[in-house]
């Protein structure tokens, strides 16, 4: 509502904040404070669009809309996404639950996209998954065993030479800003130290994992490792290659469409890791709820868990911010 005791906390609001409406009643009492956040410098979005008349006084207002997918199908879906369209506004998909919804969903525009498509697996057979996810999961094998053997880590990457070039690409990108160039395995490990080396080996073996599958579900994975690791460095949790692992791993078997309990039997997982993903208390499995409840905005639940841990100021959503601009280099190079 925009009376006294809203308006001012607006104020706090960056200027290139994005607003989403959900359930809001398109009464004048609406209106008003979306009005009021345009005027500070917000842009606007619609969730769970279906296609009725009540939302028709905020879209004026609004710059994105989401076009709920579980509501509407077929010809229903193509009209309403057609009338938003000729309205000049910024189409996205929301209730995505098989790959052709999300094929769908391109076909009629939209450009921004989540559903449960992105983070459930689509199981295939062992023998479908092609050689070189395999080698590349092998990978990630190496990199988190006890100590690094690099005769072996290298043994690995001559298998799949595209993913060589890739990673030293990445150690050479203008992120790291290093003077001489690194041109093997062995002195990026010199240059960067253990830990970073294999947060970023892990990072471009999972974006070739990733690379068959939707891109949203990519930098998913790559956001929520990125964010777990961040609030363990942020707070006393500590242990943020684990943390990284455990953001990775959670979304692994989307990416790899073959069970977790799969993939981790090929992996050499600490146990607080492996527990934590079957969802155990303890720090390492509030750090996963914490990312969780970011992602499906749980605000309640994040402020929770960010006093348990003691995550320090300013908390999930400034780190999340650092996770998203971590996982555009990483796609981007």
């Given amino acids: 509502r925009a009376d006294e005791r809203r308006v001012p906390r607006l104020d706090l609001l960056p ?26 410098g917000a842009r606007l979005s619609l969730r769970g669009y279906d296609g009725d008349p009540r939302w028709e006084p905020l879209l004026p207002l609004v710059t994105l809309v989401k076009i709920d997918f579980g509501r ?9 996404a057609d ?44 023998d479908e998954v092609p050689i070189l996810k395999i080698n590349q999961l092998r990978l990630l094998d190496e990199l988190y065993r006890p100590g690094l053997d690099f005769e072996r880590i290298e043994f690995v990457l001559k298998r799949d030479v595209a993913l060589s070039v890739k990673l030293l690409r990445h150690l050479n990108s203008a992120a790291f800003g290093h003077r001489q160039r690194v041109t093997s395995i062995r002195q990026a490990l010199v240059m960067l130290g253990e830990t970073p080396f294999k947060v970023w080996a892990s990072a471009v073996a999972l974006a070739a ?32 290659l684990d943390l990284f692992l455990l953001g990775m791993l959670s979304l692994l078997d989307a990416l790899f469409g073959r069970p977790l309990a799969e993939i981790l039997a090929e992996l050499p997982i ?11 208390d303890g720090p390492l ?14 605000w309640d639940e994040v402020a929770t868990i960010e006093g348990r841990i003691g995550l320090h100021a300013p908390g999930a959503a400034a780190i999340y911010r650092e996770a998203v601009a971590w996982t555009d280099q990483i796609v981007g190079v």
Avoid: N, W
């Fill in 270 to 280: 600490a146990p607080e890791v492996e527990t934590a993903l079957a969802g155990a």
């Fill in 15 to 40: 200027r290139d904040t994005v607003v989403e409406i959900h359930d809001a009643p398109a009464d004048a009492a609406a209106l008003a404070d979306c009005q009021a956040l345009i005027a500070r």
């Fill in 72 to 80: 509407r199908r077929g010809e229903a879906l193509r009209a309403i």
């Fill in 285 to 298: 499995g509030d750090v996963l709820r914490l990312a969780r409840a970011f992602e499906a905005g749980r």
């Fill in 83 to 126: 009338r938003l369209r000729d309205r000049g506004l910024t189409l996205g998909a929301e209730g995505l639950m098989r790959r052709v919804d999300h094929l769908e969903a391109i076909g009629l525009g939209c450009s921004l996209f989540e559903g449960a498509f992105y983070t459930d697996p689509e199981h295939v057979r062992h």
């Fill in 209 to 240: 994992i990733g690379a068959d599958k939707a891109p949203e579900l990519l930098a998913a994975c790559l956001v929520r490792a990125r964010l777990c690791e961040l609030a363990g460095r942020r707070s006393p949790v500590g242990r943020e």
